[in-house]
């Protein structure tokens, strides 16, 4: 039989087996960074969420804050004498008079309230706690936080995950004063917004004037001399283009009584000797300031 003649030999492709477990290997190599990039990716998609979820609680809660203190304050009383509105002014731990109380609609209390913003370093919770001026109980809540002192309630939560701290580069509360008075607060909340298992500062700054702490910027030179309208009775007149009020509260022992006669103007009692008059200005917000003039007799 001629080579012609004979069957041609079957030629066999394919795979060793080695080559084949090379194959998987590198295969199982790719799926395994392939998932190891998507499970990364979505680590990064969650940490996101969360860090944005945790901005806009904090960024809330600043808010609420900031309008709390800007209520802070409360009008002179009987004797002139404006109150102390800032009444405790610690690195994270602040105590303070208000007229107004959160959820009720009048803010026109003619008692002040107590209220509180203190940060618990052990759980990493700040707290929101008062006490009502219908509240019978020591307007010093002490040093636990919340307040466990009597007539101290209203507890709330106002942010969880709060790491600051009492360092003088982390602490939560700042304070500018005038006068022996706090003028206004800042406010400089540290939260922790990474997850379980990575720690991420997220920092958020705002700050607050103290209302009630915000005199009436005038002076006894805004108000001219006084003129004698009327025997026994001289007039005083605050006129700088801002509307404000003008009484007079009676020195100790005293009892003139002022008559208001129009925006601004007061007639008051000038008897045979010169005095001083303490007056007491008002604007529109309820804010006042004393101030004390002199007055010559008018016969």
Not at 37 to 61: K, P
Not at 137 to 154: F, I, K, L, R, V
Not at 188 to 199: E, K, V
Request: charged residues 20%.
């Amino acid at each position: 039989m001629t080579s012609r003649d004979r069957p041609a030999a079957v030629e066999e492709d394919g795979f060793t087996l080695v080559e084949l477990l090379v194959a998987m290997t590198l295969t199982l190599l790719l799926a395994s960074v392939t998932l190891g990039a998507f499970e990364a990716f979505d680590r990064g998609v969650s940490a996101n969420s969360r860090l944005t979820d945790a901005q806009d609680t904090a960024r809330r809660e600043l808010g609420a804050m900031v309008r709390t203190l800007r209520e802070a304050g409360a009008p002179a009383g009987a004797d002139g004498v404006l109150p102390i509105a800032v009444t405790r002014t610690d690195d994270n731990d602040i105590v303070f008079r208000s007229r107004a109380w959160p959820g009720e609609a009048d803010t026109g209390s003619s008692a002040d309230h107590f209220e509180r913003f203190c940060l618990n370093t052990a759980t990493k919770v700040l707290w929101f706690d008062g006490k009502h001026a219908n509240s019978l109980g020591a307007t010093d809540p002490g040093s636990a936080c919340p307040s466990t002192a009597a007539g101290w309630t209203h507890h709330r939560e106002v942010a969880k995950n709060v790491i600051n701290t009492a360092a003088s580069s982390k602490k939560l509360f700042s304070y500018t004063s005038r006068d022996g008075q706090v003028r206004s607060v800042q406010i400089s909340l540290r939260l922790d917004g990474g997850g379980s298992t990575s720690s991420r500062e997220l920092p958020l700054a705002s700050g607050a004037s103290v209302r009630g702490a915000l005199t009436p910027q005038v002076t006894a030179g805004d108000i001219p001399p006084p003129t004698c309208a009327q025997p026994g009775r001289a007039l005083l007149s605050l006129d700088i283009g801002t509307p404000l009020n003008l009484a007079e509260v009676p020195l100790q022992g005293g009892s003139e009584v002022s008559i208001p006669v129009g925006p601004g103007k007061i007639l008051v009692a000038a008897s045979s000797v010169t005095r001083s008059v303490r007056l007491v200005v008002t604007d529109p917000l309820g804010l006042q300031t004393v101030l004390f003039k002199t007055v010559n007799a008018c016969p």
